[in-house]
C-alpha cells in the first residue's frame, strides 16, 4: 500500500518532475501533488508525493534537506481533520 508523504516549505519554483526526481532516489514514486491556490493558481508552497516503497528512506533522507534556499518539512501525511464550517457568518442579532 503507497504511503503517502507531506512536503512543505518547497520553493515556490519547485516542480512536480523535480520533487518526483528527488524522491525517486529513495523509492518508487506513485505520484507527486503540489498543491496551488485555487484562485490564483500560484504554488502554496507544499505538496504530497506518495510511494510505494523507499517511503520511511525518503522522509529520513529529505526532512531538513535544502532545497532553492528552503529548508523542507517532510513527514508522513496525517489525515485531514474535520473543518467546521461555523464561524464568520452573518449575525444579525448583533444589529
Given amino acids: 500500500m503507497p504511503k503517502k508523504i507531506y512536503v512543505g516549505n518547497l520553493p515556490f519554483s519547485a ?6 526526481e528527488m524522491f525517486a532516489a529513495y523509492g518508487t514514486v506513485e505520484s507527486v501533488n503540489l498543491i496551488t491556490d485555487r484562485d490564483t493558481g500560484r504554488p502554496r508552497g507544499f505538496g504530497f508525493v506518495e510511494m510505494s516503497d523507499g517511503a520511511d528512506e525518503a522522509i529520513e533522507a529529505l526532512n531538513r534537506y535544502e532545497l532553492g534556499g528552503r529548508s523542507l518539512n517532510v513527514n508522513e501525511a496525517r489525515p485531514r481533520e474535520d473543518r467546521s464550517r461555523g464561524g464568520g457568518g452573518f449575525r444579525r442579532d448583533r444589529w
Avoid: F
Wanted: charged share 65%; hydrophobic share 15%; aromatic share 0%.
Fill in 15 to 20: 516542480t512536480d518532475e523535480e520533487v518526483r
